[in-house]
């Protein structure tokens, strides 16, 4: 065989592969998104914007959810004490599912400095389709309680959907 006939041939095999690979993988679409929380805390009202990504792992016949968040939402003006803040969170899904999905993470595991922002660690849930189609996930309420207390923050902005799913029930 020459060389531009097997060139030929390795080019086709290739594309085909590829596009095999392509179709194999399943649809979704992530993205961080701006969320900008409105808290309500013990000690009055606090605003932050942090980015959130929100990741999907198939998990049986499910996903695993996984919810992160880039910046802190609040302070402390006392210290957390390691094991003190314990966050959970819901994600709105929109599209062909409604609802929410609640997400939840261990407490921190170091101690907090007061007046630091508070990082969230990354909370997770399992979401099992209940029907077949694009199912997107966006950030919802964040739920912190430490020392005895509730802060609630709230997206102020609307936020968009930060990953699309596309599931079968």
Known sequence: MSNRKRTA?????????????????PAAMAQ???????CQTPIGAKSAVSPIDIRSVRSGSGY??????????S??????GAGSMKP??????????????????????AAIPENTPIKINDLSGTYTPKKTGKVTF?????????????TTCTPGNNPGPSLTLDVTA
């Open 138 to 150: 966006t950030a919802g309420v964040l739920t912190i309680k430490a020392l005895g207390t509730t």
């Open 88 to 109: 959970s969170a819901t994600i709105k899904l929109g599209g062909a599912d409604s609802g929410t999905l609640n997400v939840t993470g261990s407490a921190n595991q």
């Open 64 to 73: 695993r959810i996984t919810m992160s968040w880039q910046k802190g939402v």
């Open 75 to 80: 302070s402390s003006p006392v210290e957390l």
């Open 32 to 38: 961080v998104v701006n969320v900008n929380y409105a």
């Open 9 to 25: 041939v390795l080019a086709t095999a290739a594309a085909l592969a590829g596009s095999a690979v392509w179709t194999a993988a």
